[in-house]
């Protein structure tokens, strides 16, 4: 069985930066391609970044673009994902997720597959 446990979250001014990590158990993670989303209140779920096992493929939303980086330790069974330059938008509950049947690829980002395994999440405020 697949867990995932999220942490890096937590208050951030505007402009600041935050790095999430993801931490998986009871799997090989580089068998397994991990996709990063968010949830803000009253707002629907949203893909943010997703990275292949192997490193090759990384896919992030537009609106994250250049400001944050998905990377992964497979030997540590981690994923990250460095935010810098926030605002007050980014601010939500970020979570991880993963399913081996589907691949990192824009789709994934844009929320067209259903994952099978999720985190608890993470809250990220960018707030003054």
């Known amino acids: 069985q697949v867990q995932l446990v999220e942490s890096g979250g937590g208050l951030v001014q505007p402009g600041g930066s935050l790095r999430l990590s993801c931490v998986a158990s009871?799997?090989?993670?580089?068998?397994?391609?991990i996709g990063w989303f968010r949830q803000a209140p009253g707002k629907e779920r949203e893909g943010v970044a997703c990275?292949?096992?192997?490193?090759?493929?990384?896919e992030y939303a537009d609106s994250v673009k250049s400001r944050f980086t998905i990377s992964r330790d497979n030997a540590k069974n981690t994923v990250y994902l460095r935010m810098n330059s926030l605002k007050p938008e980014d601010g939500a509950v970020y979570y991880c997720?993963?399913?081996?049947?589907?691949?990192?690829?824009?789709?994934?980002?844009?929320?067209?597959?259903?994952?099978?395994?999720w985190g608890e999440g993470t809250l990220v405020t960018v707030s003054t």
């Open positions: 009871g799997v090989i993670l580089e068998d397994y391609d």
């Open positions: 990275i292949s096992g192997n490193h090759a493929v990384r």
């Open positions: 997720a993963t399913d081996k049947r589907i691949k990192c690829t824009r789709g994934v980002v844009y929320g067209y597959y259903r994952l099978e395994f």
